[in-house]
């Protein structure tokens, strides 16, 4: 089933990273891995010489190892500490399109294998498990054993506070949890796609696929699809934009576009201080005070990120097969928009604290990838 055409006023997919991306004042973006070539080479030398294949996702470990999801290749491969690339064994498993990555506090892989509409876990001593997904491509098995569910692409994966996997079930139009016993449960979206400011999570619809998350301590949730919403006391709200270098939510809950909103190609990322949005314009840094803080910005920036921490990030470039290293002045008390009380609700009757705390997490998931190697493999 072909995914519904992106909403008219939605920007256009990713493109390149912009040479000419003009950082804030400590921002810096350097090449990590790959050389902008497409291809599969490089395995047991130095990551900035090796060939990717439009990279999907990027996690890291604990001890400091990026996993990349070579979505185009079909495997995860691994940069370490000094900068070596190789490819990831999963034993006897085939991948297909891994187009998602999640890592937990323990430095348990999550992949999502979104070609064979499943999740799995890779342990840190090589073990190979299917946590979800393991019956096909569809929709079933709310609030029974995610192994025995049906998914259908998987994008955006991330690890929340209480353990629970969390991701965007692409083309069933849905974020999903997987909790720490294994049962799986919608948590936004009635499967429906259409253009809605706002509503009730369990009927709201999508203008887009959900391709990231990112989630807090509180239960709070923000979803980038082709616009940004915020999710509190299961209420989605649309996140636009409050004067030149703040956000807020719209009370709206028409089918139209708020103004000031957040759209186009969106990614999200987080740590247990801010929310981070690339987009095509530029990266952004989403304080809880309703602070904006402009990190990298230039056209066609969007691609999928995760963050380390506040200074350190990653983020991937599909079109250019490429991975960027973050590395971002620190959070300071005062910045621009500045508004006062740094606790104040700049969402007025919604009132999350935030954010986000996965911090190893992320993942979010390349559907621009899967969706343009599915169209060359046809």
Same mark, same amino acid.
């Given at each position: 089933?072909?995914?519904?055409?992106?909403?008219?006023?939605?920007?256009?997919?990713?493109?390149?990273?912009?040479?000419?991306? &003009?950082?804030?004042?400590?921002? !810096?973006?350097?090449?990590?891995?790959?050389?902008?070539?497409?291809?599969?080479?490089?395995?047991?030398?130095?990551?900035?010489?090796?060939?990717?294949?439009?990279?999907?996702?990027?996690?890291?470990?604990?001890?400091?190892?990026?996993?990349? &999801?070579?979505?185009?290749?079909?495997?995860?491969?691994?940069?370490?500490?000094?900068?070596?690339?190789?490819?990831?064994?999963?034993?006897?498993?085939?991948?297909?399109?891994?187009?998602?990555?999640?890592?937990? &506090?323990?430095?348990?892989?999550?992949?999502?294998?979104?070609?064979?509409?499943?999740?799995?876990?890779?342990?840190?001593?090589?073990?190979?498990?299917?946590?979800?997904?393991?019956?096909?491509?569809?929709?079933?098995?709310?609030?029974?054993?995610?192994?025995?569910?049906?998914?259908?692409?998987?994008?955006?994966?991330?690890?929340?506070?209480?353990?629970?996997?969390?991701?965007?079930?692409?083309?069933?139009?849905?974020?999903?949890?997987?909790?720490?016993?294994?049962?799986?449960?919608?948590?936004?979206?009635?499967?429906?796609?259409?253009?809605?400011?706002?509503?009730?999570?369990?009927?709201?619809?999508?203008?887009?696929?959900?391709?990231?998350?990112?989630?807090?301590?509180?239960?709070?949730?923000?979803?980038?699809? !082709?616009?940004?919403?915020? @999710?509190?006391?299961?209420?989605?709200?649309?996140?636009?934009?409050?004067?030149?270098?703040?956000?807020?939510?719209?009370?709206? =809950?028409?089918?139209?576009?708020?103004?000031?909103?957040? =759209?186009?190609?969106?990614?999200?990322? &987080?740590?247990?201080?801010?929310?981070?949005?690339?987009?095509?314009?530029?990266?952004?840094?989403?304080?809880?005070?309703?602070?904006?803080?402009?990190? @990298?910005?230039?056209?066609?920036?969007?691609?999928?990120?995760?963050?380390?921490?506040?200074?350190?990030g990653y983020l991937v470039d599909p079109r250019q097969h490429k991975v960027y290293r973050l590395e971002?002045?620190?959070?300071?008390?005062?910045?621009?928009?500045?508004?006062?009380?740094?606790?104040?609700?700049?969402?007025?009757?919604?009132?999350?604290?935030?954010?986000l705390a996965a911090a190893a997490a992320v993942a979010v998931a390349l559907l621009v990838a899967v969706?343009?190697?599915?169209?060359?493999?046809?």
């Amino acid at each position: 089933m072909p995914l519904p055409a992106r909403a008219a006023d939605a920007v256009s997919p990713v493109e390149p990273l912009a040479a000419e991306a &003009a950082p804030a004042d400590g921002s !810096t973006a350097t090449l990590y891995a790959g050389t902008g070539e497409a291809g599969y080479s490089g395995d047991d030398g130095p990551a900035t010489a090796a060939a990717l294949n439009q990279p999907g996702a990027v996690a890291v470990t604990p001890d400091g190892v990026v996993y990349v &999801a070579d979505t185009g290749n079909g495997v995860v491969r691994a940069v370490s500490a000094d900068g070596v690339i190789r490819t990831v064994p999963v034993g006897e498993v085939s991948l297909s399109y891994p187009s998602s990555l999640a890592v937990d &506090a323990a430095g348990t892989i999550y992949i999502g294998d979104s070609g064979n509409a499943r999740i799995l876990s890779l342990s840190p001593g090589g073990d190979v498990a299917v946590v979800a997904g393991d019956n096909g491509a569809g929709f079933a098995g709310d609030g029974g054993p995610a192994v025995e569910a049906q998914l259908r692409d998987v994008s955006g994966l991330t690890v929340d506070a209480d353990g629970g996997l969390v991701f965007g079930d692409l083309r069933n139009y849905r974020v999903r949890r997987i909790n720490a016993d294994g049962v799986i449960d919608t948590l936004i979206g009635s499967g429906d796609v259409g253009l809605v400011a706002g509503g009730d999570a369990a009927t709201f619809t999508f203008p887009y696929a959900p391709i990231s998350t990112a989630d807090d301590p509180d239960g709070g949730r923000w979803v980038a699809s !082709t616009l940004l919403y915020g @999710l509190s006391d299961n209420v989605m709200r649309a996140v636009v934009r409050d004067g030149d270098s703040r956000w807020t939510y719209s009370e709206s =809950q028409s089918a139209e576009i708020p103004d000031g909103a957040w =759209q186009g190609t969106l990614y999200l990322a &987080a740590t247990a201080n801010a929310r981070y949005l690339s987009t095509d314009d530029g990266l952004y840094r989403f304080h809880p005070d309703g602070r904006v803080e402009t990190l @990298l910005a230039g056209p066609s920036f969007a691609g999928p990120l995760t963050m380390v921490d506040d200074q350190l990030g990653y983020l991937v470039d599909p079109r250019q097969h490429k991975v960027y290293r973050l590395e971002l002045p620190a959070i300071s008390a005062a910045g621009p928009g500045n508004g006062g009380d740094s606790d104040a609700d700049p969402g007025g009757a919604v009132r999350p604290w935030w954010v986000l705390a996965a911090a190893a997490a992320v993942a979010v998931a390349l559907l621009v990838a899967v969706v343009a190697v599915r169209r060359r493999k046809a």
